[in-house]
């Protein structure tokens, strides 16, 4: 079965531009989940959705946001791109958002902002 | 405030010996942990769990311990191999009263595995 998959897997942007990162979840996963990871801050958790809600939200500013479709497929859009937002973008599924249920993760998109 | 904590940067074990790495936690309230391999430039892989009303969960080589009362876990592997040369990252989640799969992880150890 198809994993996590996650596009572009690699793009550049310039600062001040914006940028739609795309996550397609393990078929029939219905949660699913953002992270950033930087060599500074590890792998922090950006936000989550579940049936198209978005069911819990970290810590960043409200230039990141995201949402998620009927299909289950997620996007996330960063606006107004900084430097500081060179990052792997992560993207996590599971089948219902409960603890105890395992949560993969796609490769990941690398963006580097210039 | 880093409510995971993998206190060893790096561990470099013979081939065929015993992996530890170990994981603290502040937060009582987590009640689901997870172990997860990750090489450069690629996702995180997923290796093994355990909920809080456990306190050890063992798949093939990988076995992982929980102490509730230290908020500490450890991930065994055994015997190690070096295709197990990687980072290791463990994370934990808390169920606020709904499901949530937010999970808060550690910096990480990078485990070497020598030949």
């Known amino acids: 079965k198809a994993g996590v998959t996650q596009t572009p897997r690699y793009l550049i942007k310039t600062r001040g531009q914006q940028v739609t ?61 900084e430097l500081g937002d060179s990052a792997l973008y992560l993207c996590a599924s599971s089948l219902a958002g409960s603890p105890g249920n395992t949560i993969y993760f796609g490769e990941g998109s690398w963006l580097t902002v210039v | 405030d880093q409510q995971v904590k993998q206190n060893s940067p790096s561990l470099s074990v013979q081939e065929g010996r015993i992996s530890i790495l170990n994981c603290d936690y502040t937060n009582s309230m987590f ?50 191999q070096p295709g197990d040369s990687a980072v290791y990252f463990c994370a934990a989640s808390r169920n606020y009263g709904g499901a949530t799969n937010k ?3 550690g910096t990480g150890t990078l485990l070497a595995v020598q030949p």
């Not at chain 1, 992270?35 to 049936?51: A, D, K």
């Open chain 2, 103 to 105: 999970l808060i992880f």
């Open chain 1, 21 to 81: 990162l795309s996550c397609s979840p393990i078929s029939g996963h219905r949660s699913v989940s953002w992270y950033q990871q930087t060599p500074g801050q590890g792998l922090q958790f950006l936000f989550e959705y579940f049936s198209e809600t978005q069911r819990n939200k970290g810590n960043f500013p409200g230039r990141f946001s995201g949402r998620q479709f009927s299909n289950s497929r997620s996007e996330m859009n960063v606006s107004t791109l």
């Open chain 2, 31 to 80: 009640d689901y942990f997870l172990w997860y391999k990750k090489y450069p430039a690629e996702g995180p892989t997923f290796l093994i769990s355990i909920s809080s009303i456990k306190d050890k969960n063992e798949d093939g080589r990988f076995t992982v311990f929980l102490n509730k009362s230290a908020k500490h876990l450890s991930l065994h592997i055994v015997p190690s």
